[in-house]
Each structure stands twice: as structure tokens, then as C-alpha cells.
């Protein structure tokens, strides 16, 4: 198990260094084990295990584009206008985006329009399409004994997570400055 998490720490690096951008995803895993036999002590019944998984999944589409430069204007002078003075080729756009909506809509709710299945795309038409068509990458990180609902336990796991995230960058691209956003503000890792 042990060769395989350092697998993917290595192919997470490869990907840091390439300038990909990732996020952490957890949620908790909840076992319960039954006994077959009940047993003749006092403590017989089911044992409740709570524990917490983490994944690290890479963004499909570069996201240094898609970053906005700020407001264009002072939001009290925006007016319908400024919405509906579109050019020929974003109002086509915009009638091609709400064709393929309605069209959906009605394949959903109107059972007498599925002869249009094949013919109504199912996604809207974008320039990350592409991307978005490919599987996303998902590396598991170790399973972490600790329970979520205790604030100890989530301080752990907080930790156990910063410290993953401070492997990799610090492997990855030595010597910067990296802060986990990403983690709610609570740690600035300085590599």
C-alpha cells in the first residue's frame, strides 16, 4: 500500500510540475461490523467504524485563463442593455445554448419527444468541451483512521492534508511560496 501511495505522491509531482492545478476532495467512510455469533459478554452488538478517505483530483481545464481582471464597471450603472446588445455570432450563441436547454427540457418532462434523443445534444457547445469530454484523474490518498465529527480527529486530518500538500509542492517546485487556500485560510505552508 505503501508503494502504491508513493506512486501517486510521484505522479501528483509530475503533474505540480507541469503548472496543473488540483483539489483535495474527503468525505467519511462509515463501516459497520456485525458479528455473526452474538457473543456471551456484555459489549455484544455492532462496532461502528468512522473513518475519512481523501482523493486529489486534477482540473481538467487550466483555469489561469479563466480568472477574471476585476469588475468592468460600477455595478449601479449596468442596465438590461448591457445584456442585450449582443453581436450577430453571441446572440446565434445564446439561441443555439437555449435550443439545446429547452430541447433537454422537453426530451426530460414530454415523453413524446424522444424521438429527438439522437438529434438534441446533451451538453451546451464550449471551448473546454473537449477537456471536459476526458476522465478525470483521481489519485487516492491513504484512508485516514479519524473521525470527522470530533474536533481533534479533524484537526488531524487537516494536518495529515497539509503536510501531503507540502510533500508535493516542496518536491514538485522547491523554494516557493505556496498557500493552501484551499483549505479554508487555516494553514499557510511555507516550503
Not at 16 to 26: S, T
Not at 28 to 40: A, F, Y
Request: proline share 3%.
Amino acid at each position: 500500500m505503501d508503494q502504491l501511495n508513493e506512486e501517486y505522491a510521484e505522479e501528483i509531482v509530475h503533474g505540480l510540475q507541469q503548472g496543473r492545478e488540483g483539489y483535495l476532495i474527503g468525505d467519511n467512510v462509515d463501516l459497520t461490523i456485525k458479528p455473526n455469533r452474538e457473543r456471551l459478554e456484555k459489549q455484544n452488538g455492532n462496532k461502528q467504524c468512522h473513518w475519512f478517505n481523501t482523493d486529489f483530483v486534477f482540473d481538467r481545464v487550466l483555469t489561469n485563463d479563466l480568472r477574471g481582471t476585476g469588475s468592468v464597471s460600477d455595478f449601479k450603472s449596468v442596465t438590461a442593455d448591457t445584456f442585450m446588445s449582443l453581436s450577430t455570432s453571441e446572440f446565434e450563441s445564446l439561441v443555439d445554448a437555449y435550443c439545446v436547454i429547452v430541447g433537454n427540457i422537453a426530451l426530460e418532462y414530454i415523453p413524446s419527444f424522444a424521438w429527438l434523443k439522437g438529434i438534441v445534444p446533451k451538453h451546451l457547445k464550449h471551448r473546454n468541451s473537449s477537456a471536459m469530454d476526458t476522465t478525470s484523474e483521481v489519485y487516492m490518498l491513504p484512508l485516514l483512521f479519524k473521525d470527522e465529527k470530533k474536533t481533534a480527529d479533524c484537526i488531524d486530518i487537516l494536518d495529515e492534508t497539509a503536510s501531503w500538500l507540502q510533500d508535493w509542492y516542496r518536491r514538485a517546485k522547491p523554494g516557493i511560496y505556496y498557500s493552501s487556500h484551499r483549505l479554508n485560510h487555516l494553514y499557510d505552508l511555507h516550503l
